[in-house]
């Protein structure tokens, strides 16, 4: 197939940035999303262009870099994907496809398609982690008996990759979704009850210094998360600090 493209071009964080257009051709509809970018800059290169910057690692829907906002969509017009796993039996020959980086405060462009994701990062530091005593006394962790739904719940919230598309989908740029589901994966077993207190407060307010909205409740990151974090996981979150602030 076909195709016209218009990418977001911007040289780097202090650039006013544009869109421009691109044609390929022959596109095979086989082929991932990725793999047509792939064919775009290798077509760049050797017209002695500057290839359109754009963040991967695995390719099969893991690690979480893969942001794009694709004709109006994190993540393109699928669902439960990634844009890696996205593939381009879902265009048509002719389309026009609109592409463009995750538009958020928190989330700096620092060249074309690539934003700067590290606030998440900063989240994570200020609480999401299990302190384990390594002196070589260490329990081993199957030995605490958990419940089947509470080991379920905590797994599933354990699937975010933190790709950033519920702050890019969301019309406040909340990450709401991604820190409540990295909360939850604590909250639910008895290895994090421990620094629960601390882990919750610590997480929400680097949340807010970081500069993301505040949740609505409009749902739109449950639909286009790739993994299917469930908005029950901002509930769990908000029961999680009310009970941390009534403790002090
Ligand atoms: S909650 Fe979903 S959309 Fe948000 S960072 Fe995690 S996997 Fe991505
Ligand atoms: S490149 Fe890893 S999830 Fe897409």
Not at 81 to 99: A, E, N, S
Request: aromatic share 6%.
């Amino acid at each position: 197939m076909n195709l016209t493209l218009k990418i977001w071009r911007q040289k780097d964080a202090n650039d006013k940035g544009k869109m421009v257009e691109y044609k390929v051709t022959e596109i095979s509809e086989h082929m991932s999303f990725l793999e047509m970018m792939d064919v775009l800059n290798e077509q760049l290169i050797a017209q002695g262009e500057e290839p359109v910057a754009f963040d991967h690692d695995c390719r099969e829907g893991i690690c979480g870099m893969c942001s794009m906002y694709i004709n109006g969509e994190a993540h393109g017009p699928d669902r439960g994907i990634t844009t890696c796993q996205l593939h381009m039996r879902m265009f048509k020959d002719g389309d026009t496809i609109f592409i463009e980086p995750w538009r958020a405060k928190a989330f700096p462009v620092i060249k074309d398609l690539v934003v700067d994701r590290s606030a998440f990062d900063r989240i994570q530091h200020a609480g999401g982690y299990v302190s384990v005593n390594t002196s070589g006394n260490t329990q081993d962790a199957n030995a605490l008996p958990i419940n089947k739904d509470n080991a379920d719940k905590a797994f599933d919230a354990a699937t975010c990759i933190g790709c950033g598309a519920c702050v890019a989908t969301c019309k406040n740029s909340s990450a709401m979704l991604f820190v409540g589901a990295k909360v939850s994966q604590y909250a639910l077993l008895p290895q994090g009850q421990v620094e629960a207190v601390d882990r919750v407060k610590n997480m929400v307010a680097q949340m807010d210094l970081e500069g993301f909205g505040n949740c609505t409740n409009t749902g739109a990151c449950e639909i286009e998360c790739p993994k299917g974090i469930s908005l029950e996981n901002i509930a769990r979150m908000n029961s999680e600090f009310l009970k941390a602030s009534l403790k002090g």
